[in-house]
């Protein structure tokens, strides 16, 4: 696609209950990174990966979070047994390949999911 | 990865030229300086980046001190819609595990006024 999708952008859930957010990156795009931003917040790293791993998940915040890419393409960010504090925007971006040596890291950010757990 | 300290507010008014500064003197010589802005509601916007040597694009300059400590973002003419959070980040070259991890800090509000 032309930019980065994301899925849904708005999700309202109850507290207790799971969530599944989508990130569909820009076509080509090997590495893909999910952030959260909660309000007037900065941007927190949750994890990133390059094709199907994820070389660095240090950033997700319990094992209520995890998150999977299949096919090297798109990624699914799931937050079970979601808590209020989990409310935030998420947001994906992708970039080129990272090749050793040579810097190519413009990362393309979609618009969001935006997640409140009431 | 480097701490980058920036102001946390600036103003500018609109037509003149905004420039911003970062502070990044714990930067190693593997890491590169990037800028991102964020538009309220929007995703982050990359602006530029560069290593040692000045960067210009259609967007900015890069101004990168000899010591490489610290950096200038120059909007030249700024305008009402350049009014944004603007995020400075040292980031790794790419070949390590923590090159995906931009850490972005608290960044620069800048009000661009009439």
């Known amino acids: 696609g032309a930019g980065v999708s994301q899925s849904p952008s708005n999700k309202v859930t109850e507290k207790g209950k799971d969530v599944e957010l989508r990130c569909d990156p820009i076509?080509?795009?090997?590495?893909l990174y999910w952030y959260r931003q909660s309000l007037g917040q900065g941007l927190e790293f949750l994890i990133y990966?390059?094709?199907?791993?994820?070389?660095?998940k240090s950033g997700l915040p319990s094992d209520r979070f995890s998150a999977e890419r299949t096919g090297g393409s798109v990624s699914t960010l799931t937050i079970q047994r979601t808590q209020q504090e989990d409310s935030a925007v998420y947001l994906c971006?992708?970039?080129?390949?990272?090749?050793?040596?040579?810097?190519?890291?413009?990362?393309?950010f979609g618009e969001g999911s935006r997640l409140t757990v009431l | 990865d480097a701490k980058t300290t920036q102001p946390p507010s600036m103003d500018c008014a609109e037509g003149r030229a905004a420039n911003l500064p970062c502070n990044h003197s714990?930067?190693?010589?593997?890491?590169?300086v990037y800028w991102y802005r964020q538009i309220h509601s929007q995703g982050p916007q990359y602006i530029i980046h560069?290593?040692?040597n000045n960067e210009t694009n259609e967007m900015a300059s890069l101004i990168i001190t000899e010591d490489r400590k610290s950096s200038t973002l120059i909007l030249p003419h700024a305008t009402l819609r350049d009014t944004a959070v603007y995020y400075c980040?040292?980031?790794?070259?790419?070949?390590?595990?923590?090159?995906?991890?931009?850490?972005f800090g608290q960044g620069t509000i800048l009000t661009v006024h009439p």
């Open positions: 971006a992708s970039s080129r390949t990272l090749l050793a040596g040579r810097n190519t890291g413009e990362l393309f």
């Open positions: 076509s080509g795009h090997t590495a």
């Open positions: 990966f390059q094709g199907n791993s994820a070389p660095d």
């Open positions: 714990t930067i190693s010589g593997n890491e590169y």
């Open positions: 560069g290593l040692k």
């Open positions: 980040i040292a980031r790794p070259r790419a070949g390590g595990t923590s090159y995906g991890k931009l850490t």
